[in-house]
């Protein structure tokens, strides 16, 4: 059994000094973030931490706490600290080079899923990620659909050994394959399916994000020109020398990019199929195909 203690030294008292330092730090959720940090230092689940409030944690442990509660206060991202979050029910490592993978983005991965299941049967399918940072949306993909293979490409190389460490961790290695270019140049096609989380963010309105994303986000994965809309011209530039006749295209987009991301498309000959909300009704992914 865990030893059991009394003041300073409990899970109890460690929470509640953690979580009013962050509190005082202005930290959205310091409760939660301080049962996350907490919980990893002791290499237990939350669920287990919360039922244990009082048990005993040891000088070396606090030490490790209390510095993941400063860097925390300080504006680090709680998971930047972790090393690792958890997206479409599998876990990712992140690096310096990576975007945290965040809910929202799982709205690409319910479209592509529901476009390859649909074609079940018809062999393997061809995919590109263009932008995969940590790899999740393309490996997410792979873990559900194994006749799927998948090529990702980032210009960053922290991003691409990171991905292929996470390929190894979930196991579809064999059917994932990085590649250092910018968007799709030198890949060659046909593909099934394009995914792609570019960077859609207006270069002036970097200096307004909140300090977690400026100070620890990577800002080749951020920055997307002066409208936004760099990475959409590119992308679909590149699509149609790359797809099938039968291909797909699934972009995430920003807030209020529904429209300008459209005329993109439909320029370069596609249509939009669906524009999907996320959980919180807001449109974060278009799926286009062919006119």
């Known amino acids: 059994m865990p030893e059991v203690a009394s003041g300073g030294s409990t899970v109890a008292h460690l929470l509640r000094e953690g979580a009013a330092a962050l509190a005082a730090a202005h930290v959205a959720t ?17 669920s287990v931490l919360l039922a244990s409030r009082e048990r005993a944690v040891d000088p070396h442990t606090r030490t490790q706490f209390n510095e993941w509660i400063d860097r925390r206060a300080a504006g680090e991202p709680v998971f930047r600290i972790v090393g690792r979050r958890d997206f479409y029910g599998h876990e990712f490592r992140l690096s310096a080079g990576t975007l945290e993978p965040r809910p929202d ?3 690409i991965v319910d479209v592509a899923l529901e476009i390859l299941r649909a074609r079940s049967g018809e062999g393997s399918l061809r995919i590109l990620d263009i932008g995969t940072g940590s790899g999740a949306i393309a490996l997410a993909i792979l873990a559900e659909v194994p ?14 050994q990171t991905s292929c460490l996470n390929s190894r961790l979930l196991g579809v290695e064999d059917r994932f ?8 140049a030198g890949i060659s096609g046909p593909l099934d399916l ?35 809309l760099d990475a959409y011209r590119a992308i679909a530039g590149a699509a149609p020398g790359l797809l099938a006749p039968h291909g797909a295209i699934v972009v995430e987009i920003g807030i209020g990019q529904e429209a300008d991301v459209t005329l ?28």
């Open 177 to 184: 394959v990085a590649v250092r270019t910018e968007y799709a």
């Open 194 to 228: 394009l995914v792609s989380n570019p960077p859609y963010i207006p270069s002036g309105e970097i200096v307004s994000l909140s300090k977690e994303v400026q100070n620890f986000d990577p800002l080749l994965a951020l920055d997307g020109g002066a409208d936004g």
């Open 147 to 160: 006749d799927a293979t998948a090529i990702a490409t980032d210009i960053s190389e922290d991003a691409l």
């Open 105 to 107: 983005t799982e709205t």
């Open 264 to 291: 993109i498309f439909e320029a370069r000959g596609f249509a939009l199929v669906e524009a999907r909300k996320d959980l919180a009704g807001i449109v974060r992914s278009l799926h286009f195909r062919w006119r």
């Open 30 to 46: 310091p409760d939660l973030d301080a049962r996350i940090l907490l919980a990893e230092a002791l290499q237990i689940g939350t």
